[in-house]
Nanobody, 122 residues
Framework: VQLQASGGGLVQPGGSLRLSCAAS????????MGWFRQGPGKEREFVAA????????YYADSVKGRFTISRDNAKNTLYLQMNSLKPEDTAVYYC????????????????WGQGTQVTVSS
């Protein structure tokens, strides 16, 4: 599975962005998916995850109520809608896929995209 994240950019505090993660090479419909991020000088951290069916979602406490993870299996694409963005959301965002049950651990994912930069600044 090859994953390609896109949709990052520069946005002002309080603004919104929607990230996409397009898959190729294999259908995503049987894979659990997740988003992680790595801010400047920080370790990569869990952001959100969604089960293969889309019926179960998990969020980090820091983004709960502001970010929404979703997927369109027909389009083989994962999304992350980010609202009320804060400067501390500045990071490179990575999408990941797993053949197994979704996890909040990086080690729980076998496939990773290349990352897209999100910068929240006035």
């Amino acid at each position: 599975v090859q994953l390609q994240a896109s949709g990052g950019g520069l946005v002002q505090p309080g603004g919104s962005l929607r990230l996409s993660c397009a898959a190729s090479g294999r259908t995503l419909s049987t894979y659990g998916m997740g988003w992680f991020r790595q801010g400047p000088g920080k370790e990569r951290e869990f952001v959100a995850a969604i089960s293969w069916s889309g019926g179960t979602m998990y969020y980090a406490d820091s983004v709960k109520g502001r970010f929404t993870i979703s997927r369109d299996n027909a389009k083989n694409t994962l999304y992350l809608q980010m609202n009320s963005l804060k400067p501390e959301d500045t990071a490179v965002y990575y999408c990941a896929a797993t053949k197994f049950q979704v996890s909040q651990r990086q080690s729980g994912y076998e496939y990773w995209g290349q990352g897209t930069q999100v910068t929240v600044s006035s």
